[in-house]
């Protein structure tokens, strides 16, 4: 009983020692992943919820295009605010990502709308995640890159 005890603290210690042993490349590995605009590029769809104060409960559903250059477009966009549904809205995008894969963009739409928003993204582009920063608009949501999810499998059928 007493050799199983021991042989269990020797893996415990052993593991321990490796997990010290690999963190710093680890840690090193996740510094070097480094961001810029050219990490937002493609086809995105994105969806948010919220609340517009003194309006009432907000969703929205849209494309988005990014050149990797800092710009872009929204298409498709589908918007609830208290219940009240728009569609067809379109608008153009400028945006910036920072080295730490945070950044900025500004989307003004086709109704003359102008929306701000902070954005943290994934460093291989295929998803980012977004919050509005603009007064009188709670906001958050998240855009996944088309293509970059495989489908669901299907089930087959029971027999």
Not at 40 to 66: M, R
Not at 119 to 145: A, K, M, R
Request: glycine share 12%; with cysteine.
């Amino acid at each position: 009983m007493k050799s199983n005890r021991n042989l269990g603290m020797v893996k415990f210690a052993a593991l321990a020692l490796l997990t010290v042993a690999l963190a710093p490349q680890a840690l090193r590995a996740q510094r070097s992943q480094t961001c810029s605009n050219g990490t937002l590029k493609g086809t995105y769809i994105a969806s948010s919820t919220g609340t517009v104060v003194g309006v009432g409960p907000a969703a929205v559903v849209n494309g988005y295009t990014f050149d990797g250059n800092g710009n872009g477009t929204v298409f498709a966009e589908t918007v609830s605010f208290n219940g009240t549904i728009t569609t067809g809205v379109t608008g153009t995008v400028t945006y910036s990502v920072s080295s730490n894969c945070s950044g900025s963009d500004t989307v003004t739409m086709s109704n003359g709308e102008v929306a701000n928003f902070n954005f943290l993204v994934n460093s291989n582009g295929v998803s980012f995640y977004f919050i509005s920063t603009d007064s009188g608009f709670v906001s958050s949501g998240e855009g996944i890159q088309l293509g970059s999810y495989p489908a669901r499998p299907v089930s087959a059928p029971e027999k």
